[in-house]
């Protein structure tokens, strides 16, 4: 056991005492960083570790400073982007619980590395809209809203009895909640993303039943049977609008 890498931490309902190991005590911590993840209990306990990936972000984006700030083709940036830069910041998130504070703390990091990426400023006032049009980079919010649906699939699939699935459905014995609002729990994103499928299911199904009943009353010639109407592509999600994927042109090297 290497002595200098062992640390103990412990919540607030376990008193601390110091452990001796071959006359050489244990350094007791609150925070520590584990398989590249900063571990913390208590409330707000991904902050750190936000802010953590943040910096490392950065880090990994000025290394290929010199290749977004170049004359190549925005489709190449936004390549090397999506394969250095996003996962680093991304890197642990599927068990992350994020608040809206901390989702937008990413977005407003990805917004500045976009505004780098097109030599633009923040007083050339150019809406976020039309950057992201520009660089067509996947939402760090997507991104890991999907990486944790990917891993929520990847537990209920577990039936060997492992740690995941029981660490996941723990509910405490004994203790009683603390007063205030409950903090947000990582289930929460699932039961969000889960809630706005099933809504965007339901107006499909309700928009094709309309379809499908017009079009047995009137019968249009030249009708498009696979055709998905407008009310889809912009149906309003959990406050959002999703709007239809439009293909990113293909990449033209100069010659």
């Known amino acids: 056991m290497n002595m200098s890498k062992t640390k103990i931490m412990s919540n607030a309902h376990v008193p601390l005492q110091p452990v001796i190991v071959e006359n050489t005590a244990l350094e007791i911590v609150d925070e520590y960083v584990y398989l590249g993840h900063t571990i913390q209990l ?4 991904f902050e750190k570790e936000v802010n953590r990936r943040i910096q490392l972000g950065w880090a990994a984006f000025g290394k290929l400073r010199a290749i977004f700030s170049s004359e190549i083709p925005q489709c190449l940036k936004t390549k090397v982007f999506e394969q250095c830069v996003l ?5 642990g998130s599927e068990t992350w619980s994020l608040t809206m504070g901390l989702i937008r703390r990413l977005r407003v990091t990805q917004r500045a590395m976009e505004r780098a990426m097109l030599g633009v ?3 050339d006032r150019i809406r976020n809209v039309e950057i992201r049009r520009r660089t067509k980079v996947t939402d760090i919010a997507q ?9 929520a699939g990847h537990i209920v699939r577990r039936k060997d009895g492992r740690w995941g699935p029981k660490v996941l459905e723990w509910q405490p014995r004994t203790g009683k909640r603390s007063v205030g609002r409950p903090p947000t729990r990582w289930t929460d994103d699932i039961k969000r993303v889960a809630a706005k499928h099933a809504k965007l299911a339901e107006t499909y199904s309700a928009v094709r039943a309309k379809m499908s009943s017009e ?3 009137s019968s249009p010639t030249g009708a498009k049977r696979d055709q998905v109407p407008a009310e889809i592509c912009a149906a309003p999600i959990g406050g959002d609008r999703i709007h239809a994927a439009s293909p990113r042109p293909a990449c033209t090297t100069p010659t």
């Open 42 to 45: 208590g409330r707000s306990n």
């Open 87 to 91: 996962p680093v910041m991304t890197y």
């Open 121 to 123: 400023s923040l007083r």
């Open 143 to 151: 991104r890991v809203a999907k990486l944790k649906w990917q891993w």
């Open 215 to 217: 079009r047995r009353v």
